[in-house]
């Protein structure tokens, strides 16, 4: 089955700094690669997603990256602001119409005023 | 569009006792998963359904199983609860024909003591 690893565990970063989160894919089937952010106390939701057909995708502070040779996708948030401190995880899902996916053990995102 | 919704939000039992857990999916949904979040941890599959059948199921025992009913609603049911059991219980639906995103529910926390 699919094995999706990610780093770091935890970053703390300064307001206005950007952030990048990395993980890796086992599974070369994997085509949808969601990302969830999670606050504290609540339900984990979907802030950008990416398929395997695309590179790079960006929604305003928000991108991610995908390099399918490398079985690796990146989140990158810029101009990072104190609402953005929670929990990041990201997801792999493979192709074949069930919706599955396999996620990463996530990042602590801290970001000091 | 009430989104998924859990019930109960929290919940403590007895080592030894059984539990049920409740989970409405969102407005056109018709498929519903179920996840397994320790502290710390991302989501662990552990099962989902489609048109009221266990479609696919992650690696936990028998102890887990569910149900979905006529109007894709489902329940979670575990037996003989272990302290390792304490966790938070997510719900996710999603549409069953497309590989689209699942919402999820706020989730179940259960402690077991």
């Known amino acids: 089955g699919e094995n999706v690893e990610q780093h770091p565990s935890t970053l703390s970063v300064q307001e206005g700094d950007s952030a990048v989160i990395k993980c890796t894919y086992s599974?070369?089937?994997?085509?949808?690669f969601p990302w969830y952010k999670q606050e504290l106390g609540k339900r984990p939701q979907l802030i950008i997603d990416?398929?395997?057909?695309?590179g790079e995708k960006k929604d305003q502070r928000i991108a991610v990256t995908l390099n399918k040779t490398a079985k690796h996708f990146s989140l990158h948030i810029t101009e990072t602001q104190p609402e953005d401190s929670a929990v990041y995880f990201c997801a792999a899902n493979e192709a074949g119409g069930s919706y599955i996916p396999t996620f990463g053990r996530g990042t602590s995102l801290i970001v000091h005023p | 569009d009430a989104g998924v919704t859990q019930s109960p939000t929290h919940l403590i039992k007895t080592r030894g006792q059984q539990v049920t857990l409740r989970c409405s999916p969102k407005s056109g949904h018709d498929t519903v998963s179920w996840y397994q979040q320790a502290l710390g941890q991302g989501p662990q599959f552990i099962f989902q359904y489609y048109e009221e059948e266990e479609r696919q199921r992650g690696n936990f025992p028998d102890r887990f199983s569910g149900h979905q009913f006529p109007n894709y609603s489902s329940e979670l049911n575990v037996n003989a609860l272990l302290l390792g059991d304490s966790a938070l219980y997510l719900c996710?639906?999603?549409?069953?024909?497309?590989?689209?995103?699942?919402?999820f529910g706020q989730g179940t926390r259960l402690t077991v003591v």
């Open positions: 990416i398929r395997s057909n695309v």
């Open positions: 599974d070369s089937a994997s085509n949808y």
């Open positions: 996710a639906s999603s549409w069953g024909q497309a590989n689209t995103e699942a919402f």
